[in-house]
């Protein structure tokens, strides 16, 4: 069980907007600590997607965006494009834990 | 460029202990924290523990502090994660990643390493 709550799965088609929200609560995210999301391809490591404040990571594209509100936050992939299939995760940290918690991760499909 | 090195796949029967190393290169080694975290066949990713490569200190997670110990070799730039009294859970894949001191980002990935547990 996940300190962080990410849906299991998500899909959309090609060129359409999906967003992937990640569920924290009082000791992480709602403490305002960053929230990192990453993606999975199959058989290959996580790679750093989007940090801190929204800042993406060296050469993700533009349509990968998020989003932070209270214990929550989001990852907003626009103009979705099939090789954007892939297990996406966020990442904090816990003040209670004093650890980095990661969600359980989201498939996402492309239709 | 950064580069993540680890250690080939590993087999151990349960009760025995697993090291995994991880070589960094590219950038400065004491200027960034090396933390490990694993994925179980078909799951998500679990933090385990990280060490700052100045000085040498060390948080675990709390399911593993009692089974853990991450170490560093300056010298050569290398972080050792070894996992003691392993159990048919503990078959995963392992991987360290270079860690941002502020923001907590982990920026740069080993490839992994398969540790399976099996009498």
């Known amino acids: 069980q996940s300190v962080l709550t990410q849906p299991p799965s998500v899909s959309g088609a090609p060129g359409q907007t999906v967003t992937i929200s990640c569920t924290g609560g009082?000791?992480?995210?709602?403490?305002?600590?960053?929230v990192h999301w990453y993606q999975q391809l199959p058989g290959t490591a996580p790679k750093l997607l989007i940090y801190?404040?929204?800042y993406r990571a060296s050469g993700v594209p533009d349509r990968f965006s998020c989003s932070k509100s209270g214990s929550s936050a989001s990852l907003a992939i626009t103009g979705l494009q099939a090789e954007d299939e892939a297990d996406y995760f966020c990442?904090?940290?816990?003040?209670?834990?004093?650890?980095?918690?990661f969600g359980g991760g989201t498939k996402l499909t492309v239709l | 460029q950064v580069q993540l090195v680890q250690s080939g796949a590993a087999v151990r029967k349960p009760g025995a202990s697993v090291e995994v190393s991880c070589k960094a290169s590219?950038?400065?080694?004491?200027?960034?924290?090396i933390h490990w975290v694993r994925q179980g066949p078909g799951q998500g990713l679990e933090w385990m523990g990280r060490?700052?490569?100045?000085?040498?200190?060390?948080t675990y997670a709390q399911k593993f502090h009692l089974r853990v110990t991450i170490t560093t070799d300056t010298s050569t730039g290398t972080v050792f994660m070894e996992l003691s009294n392993v159990g048919p859970t503990d078959t995963a894949v392992y991987f360290c990643?270079?860690?941002?001191?502020?923001?907590?980002?982990?920026?740069?990935w080993g490839q992994g390493t398969q540790v399976t547990v099996s009498s």
């Open positions: 060490i700052n490569p100045r000085g040498g200190s060390t």
């Open positions: 990643a270079r860690g941002q001191f502020i923001s907590g980002n982990l920026d740069s």
């Open positions: 990442q904090s940290y816990d003040s209670s834990l004093t650890a980095s918690v």
């Open positions: 590219g950038y400065d080694f004491t200027n960034y924290y």
């Open positions: 801190g404040d929204n």
């Open positions: 009082a000791s992480n995210i709602g403490a305002t600590y960053d």
